[in-house]
């Protein structure tokens, strides 16, 4: 059985769920902003913001985004590896992956 303060899945599979983030994440904030008729980049210019002014030119502001979502995966794989239960962990993680695209999009950054 598995302790509390430790991930209920093996860091090969904790390695996985993250680097699937990191190329995925971005992928709810851009379908959102194609389906409303918003620009797709404000997302990942909003992320990489957060690292360089915002005046920083495309290429700094992507690669700014790139290393925030890369920090921010780990943090999500983590916590989902401590909280998610072993059985049906798919559904679990779709529905967990559901609420943090919503926590974004609705909470953080509308």
Do not use: C, E, K, N
């Amino acid at each position: 059985m598995p302790r509390a303060d430790r991930p209920r899945f093996p860091p090969r599979d904790l390695f996985y769920a993250w680097l699937a983030a990191t190329f995925f994440s971005g992928a709810p904030s851009t379908f959102h902003a194609l389906f409303s008729g918003a620009d797709p980049l404000q997302a990942p210019w909003a992320a990489g913001a957060m690292l360089v002014p915002i005046d920083s030119g495309p290429l700094m502001l992507f690669a700014a985004a790139a290393l925030v979502h890369s920090f921010v995966s780990p943090f999500w794989a983590l916590v989902f590896g401590l909280m998610l239960p072993r059985r049906h962990v798919t559904s679990w993680a779709i529905a967990g992956s559901a609420a943090v695209a919503l926590l974004d999009l609705r909470v953080i950054a509308p």
